[in-house]
């Protein structure tokens, strides 16, 4: 059984930071493309950032220069760090793995940027 489990979400400040983790099992991580993507109530999923297998990246405009995504194949796990946070970057935050041909999606993880 394949489980991707977000955590590191919740309350930030706007210019500050959250680190958004993603913990896979049930496959073989390794072997995983890993993405973050965000949705906003009402509207579409969006991609924020893809690690492929071998560590290329890839951001949307948005999120260039603020946030990194990173992954660790020992751990098993792929990090979103994320940095002067905006308002707009309120979202739940979904992580994502795809294994050819099959694609899998975390339960979602809430972030709120606020004062």
């Known amino acids: 059984q394949v489980q991707l489990v977000e955590s590191g979400g919740g309350l930030g400040q706007p210019g500050g930071s959250l680190r958004l983790s993603c913990a896979a099992s049930?496959?073989?991580?390794?072997?995983?493309?890993m993405g973050w993507y965000r949705q906003v109530p009402g509207e579409r999923r969006d991609l924020v950032a893809t690690?492929?297998?071998?560590?290329?990246?890839n951001y949307a405009d948005s999120v260039k220069g603020r946030f990194t995504i990173s992954r660790d194949n020992a751990k098993n796990t792929v990090y979103l760090q994320m940095n002067s946070l905006k308002p707009e970057d309120t979202a739940v935050y979904y992580c994502?793995?795809?294994?050819?041909?099959?694609?899998?999606w975390g339960q979602g993880t809430q972030v709120t940027v606020s004062s």
């Open positions: 994502n793995a795809k294994v050819f041909p099959l694609n899998f």
């Open positions: 049930g496959i073989r991580f390794s072997n995983a493309a």
């Open positions: 690690i492929t297998t071998d560590g290329s990246t």
